[in-house]
């Protein structure tokens, strides 16, 4: 044979149709599309005789470029794309791996050049590998990694646990692959702490912090660079107002409130008193108010009065007792006297009495210890009391350790003298008076000598004197004498009969 002509074709038209010389066996063909089926032709040329024969062959398909995935921010959804290569092909085999398992194997016609996965689990690292298929040859796989976004946690709990300073955040933990969580603690947009939880873990807490305040709570779930995010929120117990007291100020109406602030946050203070457990009154006091009062109160009533700090759904309280002073008891009256006996009466004081206490003074000193009586007595009898003396009774209402007084004052009658003689003196017309004390106090005597009931002398003498003459009487008459003890404002009366001497002086016996 002469030589030989070699060509290749593809379809109908011829792409290479060259001559090769009788010692060639081979020939290379460059420069084709990729995945193409061709057909070579090898013709045997003798003279003008040739004969020829055939083999059909397909170039390797090239890969895809620019292969991407992405999760479009879903939790469960990777989507490719790539361009599509140059040449020819017939189908594309789109494999989705997780942990060296292959989860999805798809065939995508050539004209398709992304794909979508559905059901994937939440933050898993994925291997999306496309080969192209061109006449059953596969190209060299493409490989691209994805990860799908990870899912958040459900079921966030963020509970204070009645205490002020204290929150702790606990959570279902979140389906899929995680790495880790990271809690966020803030406050107004400012973060206050940062924790990194282990995936196997789901709660953490946080101490230290403020009363009363309102806190954010953001849980991140991460999975490789993605993340994903859930919310909670809750506030710290208010704390309790310091330095509670409750005082009268010496009023029977009233109570003023007073304390120190609470520290950290809430929103104002309600103000609650109530008597045995039955609500009086409820007053709302702004925050930066830090005493209330209240008014038209029971005398003598004691309180509980109660001072709530209010943050949110969140209140803590403080209480203390408090108790109005009781009232003075009404007409009190020196209602009978004697000479060793004081009696006094009185009404009710108004609102709530626990008991009366007595006291007798004189000269601002005790007399007798004081007398307890229970709150319904309203009277009382001092006894054993010194003649003609002036006394100062105290009743002193007591209510708790509240108490009010009130007093008058209170003379006892004098004691009359003892022991009156008369007895004529030396002259014919005078009779002699001398008396014995009757005891107790006295101001003065007041010595009276009457003639048939008509008064005809009237002499005052000082209480150290015990005796008086009359004179320029009648001889032989008889007369009666009236002594007075005086002693304030109260007297009484001793009286004698004694007769003047006819001739001689001559005593007389007298008469009381």
């Not at 061109?134 to 190209?139: A, C, N, T, Y």
Request: charged share 20%; proline share 4%.
């Amino acid at each position: 044979w002469d030589h030989y002509v070699v060509s290749l074709g593809h379809r109908s038209l011829t792409i290479v149709n060259r001559a090769l010389a009788k010692e060639a066996k081979e020939f290379t063909y460059t420069d084709l599309s990729p995945g193409r089926k061709y057909t070579a032709n090898v013709t045997t040329i003798s003279g003008d005789l040739s004969n020829w024969t055939s083999i059909v062959g397909h170039t390797v398909p090239a890969q895809v470029m620019s292969l991407n995935v992405a999760n479009q921010g879903t939790t469960n959804s990777l989507f490719t794309n790539w361009i599509r290569p140059k040449g020819d092909v017939d189908s594309y085999q789109v494999l989705v791996i997780h942990e060296n398992v292959v989860i999805k194997n798809e065939t995508v016609p050539s004209d398709t050049n992304k794909y979508h996965f559905q059901s994937l689990k939440p933050g898993g690292l994925y291997s999306v590998v496309v080969t192209t298929i061109s006449g059953g040859i596969s190209s060299r796989q493409v490989i691209a990694e994805g990860r799908t976004v990870p899912s958040s946690v459900s079921g966030v709990t963020v509970n204070n646990s009645g205490r002020s300073d204290y929150l702790s955040v606990s959570w279902l933990p979140a389906a899929g692959d995680v790495d880790s969580y990271m809690v966020k603690l803030s406050h107004g947009g400012r973060t206050v702490h940062v924790l990194t939880i282990a995936k196997s873990t789901s709660e953490c807490s946080f101490n230290t912090l403020t009363p009363g305040r309102l806190y954010d709570v953001t849980i991140t779930t991460k999975s490789g660079k993605y993340e994903n995010q859930s919310f909670g929120q809750e506030r710290t117990v208010p704390s309790n107002v310091q330095g509670l007291t409750v005082s009268n100020s010496a009023r029977s109406d009233y109570l003023k409130v007073s304390w120190l602030h609470a520290t950290g946050d809430y929103d104002n203070y309600e103000v609650i008193i109530k008597h045995n457990n039955d609500f009086i009154q409820t007053k709302t006091v702004p925050k930066d108010v830090n005493e209330c009062v209240f008014t038209n109160l029971i005398p003598g009533r004691l309180y509980s009065v109660t001072v709530c700090t209010r943050s949110g759904k969140y209140e803590t309280s403080e209480r203390a007792n408090g108790r109005t002073v009781p009232e003075s008891v009404k007409e009190l009256t020196l209602s009978d006297r004697s000479t060793e006996d004081l009696y006094i009466t009185w009404s009710k004081a108004d609102g709530d009495v626990d008991q009366y206490e007595i006291q007798l003074l004189f000269n601002d000193m005790k007399v007798f210890p004081p007398h307890h009586l229970e709150n319904t007595v309203e009277s009382f009898k001092f006894t054993s009391l010194t003649p003609g003396r002036l006394y100062k009774i105290v009743v002193m209402t007591i209510s708790g350790e509240a108490q009010r007084s009130t007093f008058i004052e209170g003379l006892t009658v004098p004691s009359a003298v003892k022991n009156i003689h008369i007895s004529p003196a030396r002259m014919m017309n005078s009779l002699k008076v001398n008396w014995t004390p009757g005891g107790g106090d006295v101001d003065s005597y007041t010595v009276t000598i009457l003639h048939q009931n008509h008064p005809l002398g009237v002499h005052t003498v000082s209480k150290h004197v015990y005796e008086h003459t009359f004179n320029k009487l009648e001889a032989g008459e008889q007369y009666m004498v009236v002594v007075q003890t005086k002693s304030g404002f109260l007297h009484n009366n001793s009286t004698a009969v004694g007769r003047t001497s006819k001739i001689l002086p001559e005593t007389i016996g007298a008469s009381s």
